[in-house]
């Protein structure tokens, strides 16, 4: 009766304790939910292709975003200085026709309306520069200049997103050709034990391939680690954040440079370059403050001879222009006919080296070469094929660079947006 009783408590017990271990069991569904979530938003990868990272590296840039507030304030700069012209010239009107009208002096009646804009001690040759548009005509050079250094920021934008999408490439590369070695110099080190426990090696054959593979495994690590500079270098230069995973989708290739018409591209540099087109802006703005201050000054007084040598500065910069764009568009040709030489080069070097290692296993196997000569071999290969992809992409970025200095060209050091590129 008792053993009854106390088999009956427990399944009471058994019984009373399910709904507790449900509700539990409820409580927990909701937290594995959303850590489940936050791993997946954790490992999230950004797929990117080369077009991708450029159109990233434009919409992050503070200097494009920069100038476009420029040239938006740049057009109330100029409806301000026509606005400034018409209302002297009105104002003077008025003065003038007052002043005759009472028999006054029209002389001091334009000083002081010209007082009221220049200030008690005014120059001048300052509303002669108005008068002439100087004001107008300057807003619109910074115009101008401020467009011509917006199209060289984008295509400063796209060659340095795409060399530090290359940049990864080849950290990418490196470090698959590295592991791949690695994984060989272990191989070679588990038979050099197996032979030397044998007694068919010998011990210095055996260490021989212990240092091979530490040096392989060093190879490798330092592969890895630069690898990851790369992507820290990409994501802050498309203005990502450091963390962010990303997954490059695009390779890069060899496409041969066909026939160039250097003096072809040397003309259309002159047309199209943004340096050019500034001084030149530059220039005839200049001519505008010239022709007023020797329409003011006699040619004795310093101010006639100062306006005259800025003229003779700016006509010598806009001239000399044509030189320096020039020599960028032959210098820039020369180096991309010097990077596609040592492609080729490189590749005949590669298929050489892999020669090599063929040939080098071959004679291993027939105890005509050591270990050593195998291990050598293979590392040269390596390192030719590392070397190959390397300059592939100097190739590729060399003929960025060319297509770029008879196109806009690049902006200077520091640009109008006050910022440097």
Known sequence: MKTKLILGLVVMMLISSLPVLGVETTSESPVSQEENQETAEEIEVLKLTIEDAVNLAVENSWDIQTLDRNLRNIDDAIDAQEDLQDTIEDSLDEAIRRAESLGMNTIEATQSVLAQFFGPNFDYVDYLLIKRGHGVEQAKEQEVVLEETK???????????????????????????????????????????????????????KLQAD????????????????????????????????????????????????????????????????????????????????????????????????????????????????????????????????????????????????????????????????????????????QAEIGRYQLMISYNISKMMFENSYDVGLPSAGGASGGSF
């Open 151 to 205: 199209k060289q920021t984008l295509e400063a934008l796209e060659i340095g997103a795409k060399s530090a999408y290359y940049q990864v490439l080849i950290a990418e590369k490196t470090l698959e050709l590295q592991e791949q070695l690695l994984k060989k110099a272990e191989q070679h080190k588990e038979i050099a034990q197996v032979k030397y426990e044998n007694g068919v090696a010998t011990k210095l054959v």
């Open 211 to 382: 240092s091979a593979y530490i040096s392989a495994k060093s190879d490798y690590q330092n592969a890895e680690d630069e690898l990851k500079i790369k992507y820290l270098e990409l994501n802050n230069t498309l203005g990502l954040e450091f963390d962010q995973k990303v997954d490059l989708v695009s390779d890069v290739g060899y496409t041969p440079t066909e026939d160039i018409d250097l003096a072809a591209s040397i003309e259309a540099a002159f047309e199209n370059r943004s340096d050019i087109k500034k001084l030149k802006s530059e220039l005839e703005l200049q001519e505008v403050e010239t022709a007023a201050y020797k329409s003011y000054y006699t040619p004795a007084l310093r101010q006639y001879k100062d306006a005259e040598e800025k003229l003779l500065e700016a006509q010598h910069a806009y001239e000399q222009s044509f030189k320096d764009v020039e020599l960028d568009v032959r210098r820039n040709y020369l180096e991309l006919v010097k990077a596609e030489r040592a492609l080729n080069n490189m590749t005949e070097s590669a298929a050489i080296a892999r020669e090599s290692v063929r040939v080098s296993q071959l004679f291993y196997e027939y105890d005509l070469a050591t270990l050593t000569d195998v291990i050598d071999a293979e590392t040269g290969l390596a």
